[in-house]
C-alpha cells in the first residue's frame, strides 16, 4: 500500500464532514488547475480556502489537523494540529495555521496557510468544532507541492516568465547531434496529464529509503535538495524499481529504441501500467527529460541540458584519455570517453547546506543517467553550477564527475604495434562546448556555455582547473607535447546528407622548413554517440610529399553503400586520419572529425480551429528519397493536450519516391500553447522527428490564431 493510500485510509476511519474545498478557486491561485480542478493540489507557503457546514454555535473553536505519511508525527514534521484561537504564524517551521475569513449561521470558511518547509505528498486533514474535542470528524485529503511563487520555499524562482518556462511549460527542446550541427528534439513533458502528479508521488515512494524508512523519508520530503537527489535515482533502475532502463549497445530486444521516444507521460504511464518494472530502453535524453517532468510536476524549477564534446572521467583525475591504433582506427571501447553529447537536467534551489551565503544557489546539476555511483547510489547531483565553473571539486554532490564533463583535459594516445603507447596531443580547450538549453518563452536555443566555465585559453579557466585539480587529486597537470610539424584538418565539401555519399576534404599544411614524405592511413568509423565505435565502414592508405611551407587538400568520398545500413540508433561517422613522417617514425599527427548526416524532412501540418473541443486535423507527410524501397515504415503522433493517446500508422513498405502519410482527426482537451509531434521510423531512415506549436483557446474564446512550429 502506497503512502499515500495510507494517508486517505486513516480519513476513511473518521466521521465525514460536510467541506467544499474551492478546488477552482485553490487550484487556480496555486498553479494546479492544469493539474485538475477536481482535487485539492497546493503549493506550500501560500494560503488556501476550505467552507465547512458548521453550526454557529461550533464555529468558536476549530481545530485542524494535518497529517502525511505513515505514522505521522509532530517530531517529524509529518503531523500538526492548529485551531483560530492561535494567532497565525509565519509560513516557516512546518507548523501550519487557520484563520477564519467569514462565517454564516450555517458555515465557516477558513484561510489555511500550509508552512513553506512543509514535507511534499498527500496529506489527510481532520477538523475538531466547539466544545466537543474528542469528535473528530474527516474532511478529506489535499496535496501539497513544492512553490518557486513563494519567497520562502527553497525553489522559489523570482522571474515569472522563468516560472512560466521552468514549471508550466508542458512542451521543450531536447538539443542532439555534434557541436557543429546542433539538432533539436521537440519533447512532450506533459507533467500536468491527469495522472502523471499520482505516478510522480508513487515513484517517491518506491525509493529504497523511503521502503527502508518511511517516516524518515517523508519527514524529509521538505527538502528539494533530497527529493531531486531521490529522483535521479528513481528514473534510472539500476539500483531499484526504477522507471527506465538504459541500453547504449545497439541492441534493444524486448524493448524500444530509445530514439523512439519522444513524450515523458508515455514513459512513465507504461512504468505504472506494467507494475512499475522498468521500461526498456531509455538513454541520456531520455532519461533528463523524465526527470525534467517529475521535477516540474513536484514544483522544482527545471530544464533540460546538452553539453557538447562532454568526457566521462572514470577515475575523476579530470584528465579524459583517448587512444588511436596505429592504423589510425580507435579501439573498441576504453574507459575514459568523450561523448558527442550528453544530456542531463539543472534543477533551481537554494543550497543552506554549502555556505551561509548564497553562493551556491540557483541551478543545480542533476544527471539521472547511470554513469558512475554516488554515496552507492546510482545519481548525480546537486551539483552547484556556480561551484563547477569556479573548480571548487570539493563541494557537495558529484563536482569532481560533472567538471570532467565540461572541462576536462584531454590528452590522445597512438597505441602502437608492439604494445607502446605515444602522447601524440594534449588538448584544454575541447571537452564541454555549446552547452544548449531552450531559451525562455521561445523555441531558440541558449548557450549557457559560461555559466559552467569561463572562457577556453583565458587565464580565469586555467586558474579554475588548478583550482580543480588542487581540490580533487595530487596529481600534477598534464604537460603538452611540442606543437607539430604539420597541420591538418578535414572540411565537409558541401552539407553532409543521409541517403548520398559523403564528401570530405583533407587539408595538409606543412610548418616545416623541411620537405616531408608522409604516409596518409585514413579511416572512417560508425560511433555511438557516447564516443565508443561500433564498425569501420571506409579505408584509404596513400603517400604524399609536402615541401616545406606547402598546403595540399585531398578529397575524400565515403559512400552511402557503405555507411548506409549502419548509421543508426543516434550513431555518428568518425573520419580520422593518422600521418606519419616516413623518414621519422617518432613523428606522427591525427587529425579527427565527428559527421552527423542531415536527415530527410518530416513535414507536419495541422488544419481546423484551435479551440478545446473543437475538431482539428493533423497530417503526417514522408517522401522516400532513396532510390531502393523503405521497409518496416511507422508514422506516430503524440501531443498532451491535443491527443488523448498515440496515433500510429505501419506501412510494409514505402517504395522509391513514394509518400507515407497519417492523418488524424482529434479535439485539443486542454487550453494554451501545445504542440504536437510526429515520427517516423524504418529500415534505413530511424525515428525522424517533427513538431508543430498549437496555441489552443478556451472554447468560449471567439479569436485567436494557429501557430506552426518547427
Not at 357 to 362: A, E
Not at 452 to 480: C, D, F, N, W
Request: charge should be neutral; charged fraction near 25%; include cysteine.
Amino acid at each position: 500500500m502506497s503512502n499515500n493510500q495510507k494517508s486517505r485510509n486513516s480519513a476513511k476511519d473518521q466521521d465525514v464532514m460536510k467541506v467544499d474545498f474551492r478546488c477552482l478557486k485553490n487550484n487556480t491561485d496555486h498553479h494546479t488547475n492544469e493539474i485538475t480542478v477536481e482535487r485539492l493540489i497546493i503549493r506550500r507557503g501560500q494560503p488556501f480556502s476550505v467552507t465547512l457546514a458548521v453550526e454557529r454555535q461550533q464555529q468558536d473553536y476549530i481545530e485542524l489537523t494535518a497529517e502525511t505519511g505513515p505514522d505521522p508525527s509532530v517530531e517529524k514534521g509529518t503531523r500538526c494540529s492548529f485551531n483560530t484561537r492561535r494567532k497565525c504564524g509565519t509560513s516557516v517551521g512546518k507548523s501550519w495555521s487557520v484563520s477564519v475569513m467569514e462565517s454564516s449561521p450555517s458555515s465557516v470558511t477558513l484561510s489555511v496557510l500550509c508552512p513553506s518547509d512543509a514535507s511534499i505528498g498527500v496529506y489527510s486533514l481532520a477538523v475538531i468544532t466547539g466544545s466537543n474535542t474528542t469528535a473528530v470528524r474527516c474532511l478529506g485529503t489535499l496535496t501539497v507541492l513544492f512553490n518557486p511563487w513563494c519567497e520562502d520555499d527553497w525553489v522559489y524562482l523570482p522571474n515569472d516568465a522563468e516560472r512560466q518556462e521552468y514549471v508550466m511549460n508542458e512542451h521543450g527542446i531536447v538539443y542532439k547531434g555534434v557541436g557543429e550541427y546542433i539538432t533539436t528534439l521537440a519533447w512532450d513533458f506533459g507533467q500536468f496529464e491527469d495522472d502523471i502528479l499520482d505516478i510522480c508521488l508513487k515513484l517517491l515512494d518506491l525509493n529504497p529509503k523511503c521502503l527502508k524508512d518511511a517516516q524518515e523519508d517523508i519527514s524529509a520530503r521538505c527538502n528539494p535538495i533530497y527529493i531531486s537527489r531521490v529522483v535521479s535515482t528513481m528514473i534510472n533502475c539500476d539500483d531499484d524499481k526504477g522507471v527506465l532502463m538504459g541500453q547504449w549497445d545497439g541492441t534493444y530486444i524486448g524493448g524500444i529504441i530509445p530514439s523512439h521516444w519522444s513524450s515523458s507521460v508515455e514513459i512513465l504511464r507504461r512504468w505504472k501500467k506494467y507494475g512499475c518494472y522498468p521500461v526498456k530502453y531509455g538513454q541520456c535524453w531520455v532519461f533528463a527529460a523524465v526527470m525534467c517532468t517529475v521535477m516540474r510536476c513536484l514544483g522544482i524549477p527545471c530544464r533540460v541540458v546538452t553539453n557538447y564534446e562532454s568526457a566521462h572521467d572514470t577515475d575523476q583525475n579530470l584528465i579524459v584519455d583517448e587512444y588511436f591504433g596505429d592504423y589510425g582506427v580507435k579501439p573498441k571501447r576504453n574507459m575514459d570517453s568523450v561523448w558527442n553529447y550528453h544530456v542531463w537536467v539543472e534543477g533551481w534551489m537554494r543550497r543552506p547546506d554549502l555556505s551561509e551565503d548564497s553562493f551556491y544557489d540557483g541551478w543545480q546539476v542533476l544527471d539521472p543517467t547511470p554513469q558512475e555511483k554516488s554515496s552507492g547510489t546510482y545519481c548525480c547531483g546537486p551539483a552547484p553550477v556556480k561551484a563547477i565553473c569556479e573548480g571548487h571539486t570539493n563541494v557537495k554532490y558529484d563536482i569532481p564527475f560533472v567538471f570532467g564533463e565540461v572541462n576536462a583535459d584531454k590528452v590522445t594516445w597512438l597505441l602502437m604495434a608492439n604494445g607502446t603507447k605515444k602522447k601524440i596531443q594534449s588538448d584544454t580547450k575541447t571537452v564541454g562546448q555549446s552547452i544548449s538549453t531552450k531559451a525562455v518563452g521561445c523555441d531558440k536555443r541558449q548557450d549557457i556555455t559560461k555559466n559552467y566555465k569561463h572562457p577556453e585559453g583565458s587565464v580565469e579557466e586555467r586558474v579554475a582547473y588548478e583550482e580543480a585539480v588542487k581540490r580533487v587529486t595530487e596529481l600534477k597537470i598534464s604537460e603538452a607535447p611540442p606543437p607539430p610539424n604539420i597541420n591538418m584538418k578535414i572540411e565537409l565539401d558541401g552539407k553532409p546528407l543521409n541517403g548520398v555519399d559523403i564528401k570530405l576534404n583533407l587539408i595538409v599544411k606543412s610548418v616545416n622548413s623541411k620537405a616531408q614524405a608522409l604516409s596518409l592511413k585514413m579511416n572512417a568509423q560508425i560511433m555511438r554517440y557516447t564516443g565508443n565505435p561500433t564498425e569501420a565502414v571506409w579505408s584509404d592508405n596513400r603517400d604524399i610529399q609536402l615541401t616545406p611551407k606547402q598546403e595540399q587538400t585531398i578529397p575524400v568520398t565515403i559512400p552511402f553503400s557503405a555507411y548506409g545500413q549502419k548509421l543508426q540508433d543516434n550513431n555518428c561517422i568518425k573520419v580520422s586520419v593518422i600521418a606519419m613522417d616516413k623518414t621519422d617514425p617518432k613523428e606522427i599527427f591525427l587529425v579527427d572529425r565527428d559527421i552527423v548526416p542531415h536527415n530527410p524532412t518530416l513535414n507536419l501540418t495541422v488544419t481546423g480551429t484551435p479551440l478545446v473541443n473543437s475538431e482539428m486535423t493533423a497530417e503526417v507527410m514522408f517522401e522516400n528519397p532513396l532510390a531502393v524501397p523503405l521497409k518496416n515504415c511507422c508514422v506516430t503522433l503524440t501531443g498532451s493536450g491535443l491527443l488523448k493517446q498515440t496515433e500510429e500508422n505501419r506501412i510494409a513498405e514505402l517504395a522509391a519516391g513514394q509518400k507515407g502519410s497519417l492523418k488524424v482527426k482529434f479535439r485539443p482537451y486542454r487550453a494554451g500553447p501545445k504542440t504536437l509531434v510526429a515520427n517516423f521510423d524504418s529500415s534505413t531512415f530511424k525515428d525522424l522527428k517533427s513538431s508543430c506549436d498549437v496555441n489552443i483557446r478556451p472554447s468560449t474564446a471567439r479569436s485567436g490564431y494557429l501557430t506552426f512550429g518547427k
